[in-house]
């Protein structure tokens, strides 16, 4: 029986079994996403977060294979290198005779299982083949249990539900099951699964194969599980049961295949010295395609699995700024889809004003229903201007005017939410305070409930104007400014650059704590400031609005022995009451925040800072699976001969994590890229330790290309030119 918890955030992700981790297996295609065990299952132990799951539903709940009744034993499990597919090495354990308990009829090592799985739209594929490598043949029955339970993925969190919709009857055929549900919204989920060759017996549960295999000869099964999601009346009216895909595992592989190949074309080739950072970078840019989504708005990196594979408009932002330089079409896709999706009226339910950027949008039943907001859901703070901010970024970065004009009004309807609803009160600072009662109550990245904070430890009350959010208001109005003038309209960017620094000097008098040496996290509804050390002043770095000798302080204060762990910046100094490792935001380290904490630091000309972070969290990838940081791990500080420490829930791959290493490596290596001259610029450029020698090739400089090689001489690191296609310039500053 489960301890029941009563936490105030409603939408809590619930963890109630040490099993919760258990190095799951992740796959993304789409909509579609997968999680599975090392041995390839589906089984509802700990958390019961394991499933596929499409369009936020769980489509298959249990896939569990057994020979004679039995669990194989693992002999190897991974992700293959560019996410496309899990490799799964089993092999029988002794398995006695029915009739006589005490022989053994097949002694363990005898079968070699090997399953490979991927995703492909809306479907997963698996194939298992067998071999014998013994000298006599093999009489046995392979099984695989399947079922489905069509739960939303916030139930699948921990929500419960008063109501659900109907399980409706199975359908079976020689090879096929069909397993459905009818939600109160009035739609259909299906999951028709399809095996080749047809079993031995197919039951509404159970595939069994009777299996007989002579000494070193092999049999290959396969099975498709596709999703499907229809109006009642189209599933009443469709002749379902003959309806079949068309897509084998090869097609599906090469399809698969072809899309990355085509993916990697666009963006440029890294190889380093360090054959660890080349897994690091590698894993990285794979993270990036899996994450991409095809949307009816273009593409849009989601942003993490299993609970949000989905669009968030923060996390989009902010992996198009991490991957700006590696790969611009993200920022272009980003900003694209959130314009398209952009609020145009007051909804307080769903937290929308005119002009806000969503904060998340859900397909799910629940969503639909109205039992949680997030169908589109506008309840953060820092979507609109982070996407004022990604527009003068990408601007910047490609030169590309004709996007620019295209969104041009969307980035107007911001400014106006800015200066509107943002900054309610009129006091020059945009703060928040949920309207929706199912929303969340704080809405700056940090939206755990208990995560904005006085040094007493009580809680800040509404409206908080965050310090962070201020430095995206400042960038914002600094960014639109920018775009203004290259449209030819200097007297709005002459309002908007004097409202920026009219803003920059009103941040400074009221969030500057001297005793701390720090921003002050928020001011509270009441412009009491929130004296706590946090790793949120460094976002103020990377927005520029700090003051410079008050960056300096802040980079001193977040590298000291209280904020810094050895593997990275936490969230909130050890010295806070409200600090703890283990919490989700409140002593953790977060690899998107380093990052652009160390970003902020080269801003301010401290590279050397921003390579110590880097060199932290390059440490801390060496500890994690597949060399991927997951979303957060707990802020223990670092012991010797030990790695991170994991927090349970984290998902991984984090879009926004993964994307860290990208924006890490431009700050150290102090590189910008100007679109508009056409010119790729390093200012003292430096290498963190562990890389001596690093190749860049492709970097894009507007519709250019150039190859470069860095070498380490000293503290010195040599830019040397290999090629260039198109026009471009290359400056190295000192």
């Not at 992740?26 to 065990?37: P, S």
């Not at 314009?339 to 639909?368: F, N, S, Y």
């Not at 039992?371 to 859901?377: K, L």
């Not at 002050?520 to 949120?536: I, M, Q, Y």
Request: aromatic share 10%; glycine share 8%.
């Amino acid at each position: 029986m489960h301890d029941i918890v009563k936490i105030e955030d409603g939408f809590y992700i619930l963890s109630m079994s040490s099993r919760v981790d258990d190095r799951k297996r992740v796959l993304k295609n789409g909509d579609a996403f997968a999680v599975f065990d090392r041995f390839g299952d589906i089984e509802g132990f700990g958390s019961g977060t394991l499933g596929v799951y499409y369009r936020d539903t769980r489509f298959l709940s249990t896939l569990v294979l057994r020979l004679a009744g039995q669990r194989p034993l693992l002999l190897s499990s991974t992700i293959k290198d560019d996410n496309a597919a899990l490799a799964v090495d089993l092999m029988n354990p002794d398995i006695r005779d029915a009739s006589e308990a005490s022989d053994v009829s097949v002694p363990r090592g005898i079968l070699h299982i090997f399953r490979s799985k991927l995703l492909w739209k809306s479907a997963c594929h698996e194939r298992l083949r067998i071999h014998n490598y013994g000298t006599v043949p093999v009489d046995i029955a392979v099984t695989l249990e399947f079922d489905a339970d069509f739960r939303d993925i916030f139930e699948v969190r921990g929500v419960r539900r008063e109501r659900r919709g109907s399980h409706l009857p199975t359908k079976v055929t020689s090879d096929t099951v069909l397993l459905a549900y009818e939600g109160l919204d009035r739609r259909v989920r299906a999951t028709r699964l399809v095996f080749t060759p047809a079993p031995n017996d197919l039951s509404q549960g159970e595939a069994r194969y009777l299996l007989r295999l002579a000494p070193q000869a092999a049999t290959t099964y396969s099975v498709e599980m596709t999703c499907e999601e229809m109006a009642s009346r189209e599933f009443v009216a469709a002749d379902i049961m003959t309806a079949r895909s068309t897509s084998s595992y090869e097609d599906a592989a090469a399809a698969s295949a072809q899309s990355l190949t085509e993916s990697r074309s666009t963006a440029p080739s890294i190889v380093t010295s360090n054959n660890r950072f080349n897994d690091w970078l590698a894993r990285s840019a794979s993270d990036l395609h899996l994450m991409d989504t095809e949307t009816a708005h273009g593409h849009y990196p989601y942003a993490g699995v299993p609970w949000f594979s989905t669009a968030f408009g923060r996390d989009g932002v902010i992996a198009g700024l991490e991957y700006l330089w590696f790969k611009p079409q993200v920022a272009q896709g980003v900003l694209r889809y959130l314009a398209a999706t952009q609020a145009d009226k007051v909804c307080e339910e769903q937290d929308a004003q005119p002009g806000k950027i969503l904060h998340e949008t859900r397909a799910g039943e629940m969503a639909a229903l109205g039992e949680v907001p997030f169908g589109r859901y506008y309840g953060s703070v820092d979507s609109t201007p982070l996407f004022v901010m990604l527009a003068g970024a990408y601007y910047e970065q490609t030169g590309d005017l004709s996007l620019v004009r295209e969104i041009w009004g969307n980035i107007e309807r911001a400014l106006t939410w800015i200066e509107r609803y943002g900054d309610a009160d009129g006091d020059g600072f945009v703060e928040y305070a949920r309207q929706s009662l199912h929303g969340l109550v704080q809405q700056g990245w940090k939206d755990s409930y208990d995560s904005i904070f006085h040094a007493d430890g009580t809680l800040a009350e509404p409206p908080i104007a965050l310090c962070e959010v201020q430095g995206y208001a400042y960038a914002a109005r600094t960014a639109a400014a920018l775009l203004a003038r290259a449209l030819g309209m200097d007297e709005r960017a002459d309002a908007l650059a004097s409202a920026a620094a009219t803003l920059r000097s009103r941040f400074e008098e009221a969030f500057w704590c001297e005793d701390i040496g720090c921003y002050a996290l928020a001011l509270d509804g009441r412009k009491k400031p929130c004296r706590v050390v946090t790793s949120n002043a460094g976002h103020c770095l990377f927005s520029g609005i700090a003051d410079d000798n008050h960056a300096r302080r802040v980079a001193h204060t977040l590298l000291g022995e209280r904020c810094f762990s050895g593997w990275g910046i936490r969230t909130v100094a050890t010295t806070e009451l409200r600090y703890n490792p283990m919490s989700y935001h409140n002593g953790s380290v977060w690899p998107h925040d380093n990052a652009l904490v160390a970003a902020g630091f080269a801003r301010y000309g401290m590279r050397r800072e921003a390579s110590r972070v880097l060199s932290a969290l390059f440490d801390a990838a060496q500890g994690f699976e597949l060399h991927r940081p997951p979303e957060l791990f707990c802020g223990f500080h670092r012991r010797l001969g030990e790695t991170p420490t994991l927090y349970p829930v984290a998902c991984s791959p984090q879009t926004w994590a993964s994307g860290a290493v990208f924006m890490l490596l431009a700050a150290c290596l102090g590189l910008q890229v100007n679109g508009t001259n056409r010119t790729a610029s390093f200012h003292s450029p430096m290498l963190p330790d562990a890389i001596d020698e690093m190749k860049i090739s492709g970097l894009p400089v507007a519709d250019a290309r150039v190859d470069l090689a860095f070498t380490r001489h000293g503290n010195d690191v040599a830019v040397n030119v290999l090629r260039r296609v198109g026009a471009c310039s290359v400056v190295v500053q000192k």
